[in-house]
Nanobody
Framework: VQLQAYGGGFVQDGGSLRLSCAAS????????TAWFRQAPGKEREFLAA????????FYADSVKGRFTISRDNAKNTVYLQMNSLKPEDTAVYYC????????????????WGQGTQVTVSS
């Protein structure tokens, strides 16, 4: 099983980025997927989750209204559209997959991507 996250980079305050996470080696439609992030010296933080059937989404308060999670089951890919980025959004962003809904703790996930760095400059 592999989750490959990509799309991170450098962006200015107020800018946008779209992260992608391509899954392979698993039956994608049996897994709910989520995005987390981890800044230096901080715990891994839940951001957003989407159900396997794209019917339900859930967001952390810190990103609600700015970030949008989506997925394309035909492409085995989950996305995170990030708008109105702030310097405090700087972190390594991870995608994750789980068979259980709704898991907001990292321990509830079966598979993780390798992370992609997002840096927002002020």
């Amino acid at each position: 099983v592999q989750l490959q996250a990509y799309g991170g980079g450098f962006v200015q305050d107020g800018g946008s980025l779209r992260l992608s996470c391509a899954a392979s080696g698993l039956t994608f439609t049996t897994y709910h997927t989520a995005w987390f992030r981890q800044a230096p010296g901080k715990e891994r933080e839940f951001l957003a989750a989407i159900s396997w059937d794209i019917d339900i989404t859930f967001y952390a308060d810190s990103v609600k209204g700015r970030f949008t999670i989506s997925r394309d089951n035909a492409k085995n890919t989950v996305y995170l559209q990030m708008n109105s980025l702030k310097p405090e959004d700087t972190a390594v962003y991870y995608c994750a997959a789980t068979t259980k809904w709704l898991m907001r703790g990292p321990g509830g996930y079966d598979y993780w991507g390798q992370g992609t760095q997002v840096t927002v400059s002020s």
